[in-house]
T-cell receptor, first 112, second 117 residues
Framework: AQSVAQPEDQVNVAEGNPLTVKCTYSVSGNPYLFWYVQYPNRGLQFLLKYITGDNLVKGSYGFEAEFNKSQTSFHLKKPSALVSDSALYFCAVRDIGNQFYFGTGTSLTVIP | GAVVSQHPSWVICKSGTSVKIECRSLDFQATTMFWYRQFPKQSLMLMATSNEGSKATYEQGVEKDKFLINHASLTLSTLTVTSAHPEDSSFYIC?????????????FGPGTRLLVL
């Protein structure tokens, strides 16, 4: 069965420290992978995607993510966290049948 | 860019009334739009996929007669919650695929918060 897992409901990090939000997936074929961010009472904003090519993709607001095929992971990273990065982050996968699957979300809190 | 708008941003209605939510792609034509429902601190639940000019495809467990979806043009899809009840209170989010960017990325509207009294 197709699925996306975000193993951490909550991630806390101090401002200025690097952050990682984890995502693993189980999808047949070569998936398209996405990260979205959601601020309170708002829709989702697209951050970045991996379709093909370089495993390290860079996106908005200084975020990047690394596609690891052997570990079926697509962790979101940022070298230096900002308080304004505090939000809900969703990982998503699109399979070869063009079906989208979303993770359950990870709440990131950056502590000043 | 790829901007998707929703209207209204929030609505309060009495039980038994119908509420229409509009989703518009502002700077691109979207043949496919999606409607989601999100409960507090939970992930998105796909309700239906809306294709321009054809009937929407509903996910299992979503009542077609309850949640009417119309995608009459390439820039507009509407979701009508008919005979709304308090349990329909939720955050409804639409998204659209932008064919101009390979149609692999969903762009989301800002959401509509519905409160049924």
């Amino acid at each position: 069965a197709q699925s996306v897992a975000q193993p951490e409901d909550q991630v806390n990090v101090a401002e200025g420290n690097p952050l990682t939000v984890k995502c693993t997936y189980s999808v047949s074929g070569n998936p398209y992978l996405f990260w979205y961010v959601q601020y309170p009472n708002r829709g989702l904003q697209f951050l970045l995607k991996y379709i093909t090519g370089d495993n390290l993709v860079k996106g908005s607001y200084g975020f990047e993510a690394e596609f690891n095929k052997s570990q079926t992971s697509f962790h979101l990273k940022k070298p230096s966290a900002l308080v304004s990065d505090s939000a809900l982050y969703f990982c998503a996968v699109r399979d070869i049948g063009n079906q989208f699957y979303f993770g359950t979300g990870t709440s990131l809190t950056v502590i000043p | 860019g790829a901007v998707v708008s929703q209207h209204p941003s929030w609505v309060i209605c009495k039980s038994g009334t119908s509420v229409k939510i509009e989703c518009r792609s502002l700077d691109f034509q979207a043949t496919t739009m999606f409607w989601y429902r999100q409960f507090p601190k939970q992930s998105l639940m796909l309700m239906a996929t809306s294709n321009e000019g054809s009937k929407a495809t509903y996910e299992q467990g979503v009542e077609k007669d309850k949640f009417l979806i119309n995608h009459a043009s390439l820039t507009l899809s509407t979701l009508t919650v008919t005979s709304a009840h308090p349990e329909d209170s939720s955050f409804y989010i639409c998204s659209a695929l932008n064919p101009g960017q390979g149609a692999e990325t969903q762009y989301f509207g800002p959401g509509t918060r519905l409160l049924v009294l």
